[in-house]
């Protein structure tokens, strides 16, 4: 008998930890495969993390456990989950986030191999029937018959038997024992193919790229280029000296729109050993292609966030693109940061990463100064393109707009209008991450903050009232502006939506797209919206900040941003870094190419330094005062942030227990440890239960990790909560 200690999918804190099992049955099974189990009167899917073999009867074992052991049902798979690389990879994930193990499994594996209940009613394998040549003698057989043999012959010998037509010529071949039926994996993402393309010549800054990278000893680089500089170029060449070397490459870019920019790019020069990841790929082909890369077929991966885990092997490169890119942190459980995982997977292959970005995030760039990335710069465009002209659009003054609408200014008006007369086209780009959560005065754009924190504060609908997610600082909403006593205050944050409806009433002729990432079918929609604006069938485009990347549009002369305070009034210290990044991406994307462009950016804040350096695209700058500015607040990079949410049906055991641990963290006195909180988060009651939170701040973690790990475990034998850590958070 063997004896299973089983993972199964948890829903709360008591259950992360492995239960025991017997497996009389005689398939394979060790750790690292699935098994059907009984669990509370119910059949599920449990993933086994230990085995061991024994001589004892089930009833001694029970015994000497003290409980009752069940069987397993069935033994799922044929082979573990996961290879040993990425096993390792699991647990280091686990390790590092604080997450439970099964948590991290669910985010690495596609939905058929999951191990979850949900993967037994996930796709399946599909096979083609192929029909194969056996033999090619002709004699006995009829002109018909031959016919057929002959076109099967020249097929390679191997031919789709629905390619075949006339299924009787067919059946009369098999039984002459010419043919026989085979059956073949078939994958059901079709990968476009394009035509090779000369590669260009590398420019000298490029080469002088490519260079130093192949070079360094260094794990990570930091490729900082300006828009336009010829980075992916740089991605394309260091990606063919590694695959002489017999490596592979994985190449992530941070949302699933911009994976078909970056296929063709890759098909175009290594046509056919290239494979694709991301969550917007049906279950069915997700399946497949993940199993194509197991089975070593492919050199190349590209996607989104989740081909981290792509089961490639002998990685030699990974890259990163728009490395800034938030979307890079998964905003669940296990709160995982694909450029953290990406390193953690080149340490194990020796491999290089490479952190790609115009605007790196503050901690890129700080580690790339301080030596821990090596660093390399792309400073100028290729062709030298001039920057656009770039207009600042104060929001708060009543003469920037006319009567005809409150959210484009008057000047915004007759430029579109002049873009459309001479039959050209304008971009209009918002912070994705605009919601109506702040609260702001229309008439001097006074911004309500937190007195102790100086960030923005959130607005709470359920209580109507303005909360500090940092501090826990509350005040009753108030109806008038404190600055100026107008009572024109507005929580309504800019749509997409909200823009295109605006652009139609101001322009009911113009031919009017909108593109983000958020609506459905999105595969489908952002394909065919690009060509449809490609084409010039359409003359203004509505987006989010990295819809336009990656394409050259040679026909927008104009690029506005309609709100660029969304990313300031987030409550974040983030925010002037999002807002420099939303800025910096909308001025590099006009006038790419020989039209001269322009850039106009809408702001409530015209002289706040992150918009008046995006402006300019002044990042080293706007890198410097940004850093100062995180120094005085204790901010990331120089300080790290962790935090912990507990969640209860009942609403007094989550208080409680949050307190309990704020005061205990604080009672350790830890060196350089600080909490804050506990506060309720944004979203604070939520399918009947509550969550509290606190975030702890700290400049290294040898004393805190060991007591959340400890305070962990402690945890598992309560009932009634969840406990959800999130490493490097991106919500405060
Ligand atoms: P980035 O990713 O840095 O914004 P891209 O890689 O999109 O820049 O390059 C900008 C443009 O320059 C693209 O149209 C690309 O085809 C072109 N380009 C890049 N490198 C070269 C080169 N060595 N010679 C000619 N054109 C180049
Ligand atoms: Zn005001
Ligand atoms: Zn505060």
């Known amino acids: 008998m063997k004896l299973l200690e089983v993972l199964i999918e948890r829903k709360v804190q008591s259950l992360n930890r492995p239960f025991s099992y ?5 398939k394979d099974v060790g750790v690292g495969f699935r098994v059907l189990i009984p669990f509370a009167n119910k059949k599920i899917v449990g993933y086994v993390v230990s085995i061991s073999e024994t001589n004892k009867s089930l009833e001694d074992i029970q015994k000497e456990l003290g409980f009752k052991v069940s069987s397993v049902i069935d033994v799922i798979d044929e082979k573990p989950l996961l290879n040993d690389e990425l096993m390792r990879l ?30 037994l009613k996930g796709p399946k394998i599909a096979y083609d029937t192929y029909v194969k040549l056996l033999s090619d003698d002709e004699s006995g057989l009829t002109p018909k018959q031959i016919e057929l043999l002959r076109r099967i012959k020249s097929a390679d010998g191997l031919m789709l038997k629905k390619d075949c ?31 090779k393309e000369k590669v260009k010549i590398l420019t000298k800054d490029q080469q002088n790229a490519v260079n130093s990278i192949l070079n360094t000893d260094k794990t990570v680089t930091l490729l900082q280029g300006v828009t336009g500089s010829g980075k992916t170029e740089v991605y394309l060449s260091l990606s063919e000296q590694i695959l002489k070397q017999g490596r592979n490459v994985l190449m992530l870019v941070p949302e699933i729109s911009l994976t078909p920019v970056m296929v063709e790019y890759f098909q175009r020069r290594f046509s056919g050993n290239v494979a694709i990841l991301h969550s917007e790929l049906t279950p069915a082909e997700k ?31 990974i890259i990163l693109d728009e490395e800034h890119v938030e979307s890079y942190k998964q905003d669940v459980l296990p709160y995982y940061h694909a450029r953290e995982v990406a390193i953690m997977r080149a340490a194990h292959f020796n491999s290089k990463v490479i952190l790609g970005s115009a605007t790196p995030s503050l901690e890129t760039k700080a580690r790339a100064m301080k030596g821990v990335y090596h660093y390399v710069n792309l400073p100028n465009r290729i062709n030298q393109q001039e920057l656009p002209k770039t207009t600042i659009i104060d929001l708060s003054k009543a003469s920037s707009f006319s009567r005809e609408s409150m959210m484009f200014s008057s000047y915004l008006i007759r430029e579109l209008q002049g873009v ?13 991450r605009g919601y109506s959560g702040y609260i702001t005065c229309r008439n001097c754009g006074h911004i309500f903050m937190c007195p102790n924190c100086g960030i923005a504060l959130t607005y ?27 009572k024109y205050l507005s929580k309504s944050g800019f749509g997409t939506e909200r823009i295109v409806d605006e652009v139609k009433k101001i322009f009911p002729n113009a031919r009017v797209l909108r593109l983000d990432s958020d609506v459905g079918e999105v595969r489908n929609n952002i394909q065919k919206t690009i060509e449809v604006f490609s084409n010039q069938e359409a003359d203004i485009l509505v987006g989010t900040q990295m819809i336009a990347k990656g394409h050259d549009f040679p026909n927008v002369t ?24 939303l800025i910096t991406q909308a001025v590099g994307r006009s006038g790419r190419a020989n039209k001269t462009g322009q850039a106009i950016i809408q702001t409530f804040n015209p002289y706040h330094y992150a918009i008046q350096l995006a402006a300019k695209q002044n990042y080293e700058t706007f890198f410097k005062k940004e850093m100062s500015v995180r120094k005085v607040q204790q901010y990331p990079p120089y300080t790290y942030l962790t935090s912990l949410e507990i969640i209860s049906k009942n609403e007094e055991v989550a208080v409680e227990l949050i307190h309990k641990i704020a005061e205990d963290i604080i009672s350790k006195e830890f060196e350089n440890v600080t909490v804050l909180g506990p506060v309720s988060p944004y979203i604070a009651h939520e399918n009947n239960s509550y969550h509290r939170l606190i975030l702890i701040k700290y400049k290294n973690s040898d004393k805190i990790k060991p007591y959340l790990d400890r305070l962990l475990e402690t945890l598992k034998s309560k009932s009634q909560i969840d406990v959800k850590v999130n490493v490097d958070p991106y919500n405060f």
């Not at 017997?22 to 005689?26: I, K, S, V």
């Not at 006339?166 to 035509?195: C, G, H, M, Q, W």
């Not at 077929?297 to 030699?316: H, Q, T, W, Y």
């Not at 459309?420 to 994705?432: G, M, S």
């Open 90 to 119: 699991a647990n280091e994930i686990k390790d590092h986030y604080c997450a439970p193990l099964i948590s991290v499994l669910q985010a690495m594996l596609p939905t058929s191999l999951k191990p979850s209940s949900a993967s």
């Open 460 to 486: 709470h609908k359920e209580d109507n009232m303005l909360k500090c997610h940092h501090c826990g600082y509350v005040e009753d909403k108030s109806d008038e502006c404190p600055e100026c006593g107008s």
């Open 420 to 432: 459309l007369d001479r039959k050209e086209q304008a971009i209009l780009l918002i912070n994705r």
């Open 165 to 195: 037509k006339s299924p009787s010529i067919l059946d009369k071949l098999v039984a002459s024992n010419r043919v026989d039926f085979v059956k073949v994996e078939k994958t059901r993402l079709e990968i476009p193919e394009y035509k």
């Open 558 to 581: 104009l690029v506005g941003v309609v709100l660029a305070d969304i990313g300031l009034s987030l409550p974040s210290f983030r925010s002037s870094e999002r807002a420099f990044e």
């Open 22 to 26: 017997a497996y009389f049955g005689t």
């Open 287 to 317: 399946y497949d292609e993940y199993r194509r890369i197991s089975r070593g077929e492919c050199k190349i991966i590209v996607g989104a966030r989740s081909a981290v885990f792509a089961p490639l092997d002998n990685i030699g490169l």
